[in-house]
């Protein structure tokens, strides 16, 4: 198996391999051999988003002393504040927890839409039936990421990670787990 066995890791920790970590639905003998999260480049906006109201509020803070008194500035500083700081936070806990997990029997992909709603959609590797890949415009060719659809037999579960670094070695690492088909293809 191409699978390396030591512990590999970008920086911004979407991907990676053998990872030393344990999820709740996990068996006894299930190996996590892979963890992806969409690419850090996906996030700018909210990034972007942060900095511009953040200049928002500083340039406001200019010219609003000409006009409230200092209880409502301090007023409008905490919310505002407030606000970035939820903002940020919200859109990280997003990132981090929307998560795709390949063990040595299944495919595992956790996504959250908002603090509210999250679904949880897993098949095992012996119903994997196809895999694709696709990675498109500039920015997904240029810094290698795209989506990777799992497609299951049947009406079973099919699973999507979107936007996640290096489609090609997920794909790669998921056909070497496919048990071989017995007329001779995988």
């Given at each position: 198996m191409a699978v ?7 920086l911004s920790h ?18 996590v051999l892979l ?152």
């Amino acid at each position: 198996m191409a699978v390396p066995q030591q512990s590999r890791h970008n920086l911004s920790h979407s991907f990676v391999v053998n990872p030393t970590i344990t999820f709740t639905t996990q068996e006894s003998g299930e190996d996590v051999l892979l963890v992806v999260r969409k690419h850090p480049l996906t996030q700018l906006f909210w990034i972007v988003n942060t900095f511009l109201f953040t200049l928002i509020v500083i340039l406001i803070n200019l010219f609003i002393p000409q006009f409230l008194d200092a209880n409502h500035i301090i007023v409008f500083n905490f919310f505002a504040v407030s606000f970035i700081v939820s903002y940020v936070w919200v859109n990280f806990l997003l990132w981090y927890f929307t998560v795709g997990v390949v063990t040595k029997i299944r495919i595992v992909d956790l996504d959250f839409y908002n603090l509210l709603y999250k679904e949880f959609s897993a098949t095992t590797i012996a119903q994997v039936s196809d895999i694709t890949t696709k990675v498109g415009g500039f920015f997904g060719s240029v810094f290698n990421f795209g989506d990777v659809f799992v497609k299951t037999e049947g009406f079973e579960q099919n699973i999507m990670f979107d936007d996640i670094p290096q489609p090609e070695d997920v794909v790669k690492i998921i056909n070497e787990l496919m048990p071989k088909r017995a007329h001779g293809g995988i």
